[in-house]
């Protein structure tokens, strides 16, 4: 898959060394054809958010307290280089055009809450182009520990029916890094 155009001059390069290494689902493909600068920044705040919840938590898990963090701060980072309507199409693009996404399954109510909670919670706070690393650290920490994200609690990990999607306050004791540095 290509994920450049050749009107895209000096970043030809970079998006030849990216082609095979980032796979994007149809309806993404689709967005980023239609502004590969927007979809280039969406891809690096998806990475950047990877990078720091491996950092602030140890792990990238998945359904729970590192997942809810992962996907809000995905969304603040979008906002904050893009804008709040690029962030929401390119996380529904995501969610909605996953093939292992089923739009009942609780994953996908859970990630759909937490994108929707990190682009609130960036309006709230002001966060566009213009804002720092800081604020965005300050948010999403304020974000994580104010109890409206959702994790699915597994009390029986092999049987789905007891699984519940519920929010959780997080805490400090929770990020493996006591003292994460700016993102």
Same mark, same amino acid.
């Given at each position: 898959m290509n994920l450049a155009s050749s009107s895209d001059g000096d970043w030809d390069d970079f998006y030849d060394y990216a082609d &095979? @290494? @980032? $796979?994007l689902n149809p309806k993404e493909q689709a967005l980023y054809?239609?502004?590969? *600068? /927007? &979809?280039?920044k969406a =891809?690096?705040? %998806?990475? %950047?958010?990877? !990078? +720091? $919840? #491996? =950092?602030a938590f140890g792990r990238n898990g998945t359904d729970e307290? *590192?997942?809810?963090?992962?996907?809000a701060l995905w969304n603040m980072w979008i906002v904050?280089? @893009? !804008?709040? *309507?690029?962030? #929401?199409?390119? $996380?529904?693009?995501? #969610?909605? &055009?996953?093939? +292992?996404? !089923?739009k009942k399954s609780l994953t996908y109510k859970m990630d759909m809450h937490n994108n929707a909670e990190g682009r609130y919670k960036a309006a709230q706070e002001g966060i566009d182009s213009d804002s720092s690393r800081s604020d965005i650290k300050i948010a999403i920490d304020e974000l994580y520990k104010s109890g409206k994200l959702k994790k699915i609690n597994k009390p !029986?990990?092999? /049987?789905? *029916?007891?699984? $519940? =999607?519920?929010?959780?306050? &997080? /805490?400090?004791e929770d990020y493996a890094d006591q003292d994460l540095p700016p993102i």
């Open positions: &095979g @290494v @980032v $796979t054809d239609q502004s590969p *600068s /927007k &979809g280039f =891809l690096m705040a %998806g990475k %950047g958010a990877w !990078n +720091y $919840t #491996e =950092l307290e *590192s997942d809810a963090f992962r996907h904050w280089a @893009v !804008n709040d *309507s690029w962030a #929401e199409k390119w $996380t529904n693009a995501h #969610e909605d &055009g996953a093939s +292992y996404q !089923n !029986n990990p092999k /049987k789905e *029916s007891t699984w $519940t =999607l519920d929010k959780f306050t &997080g /805490k400090e």
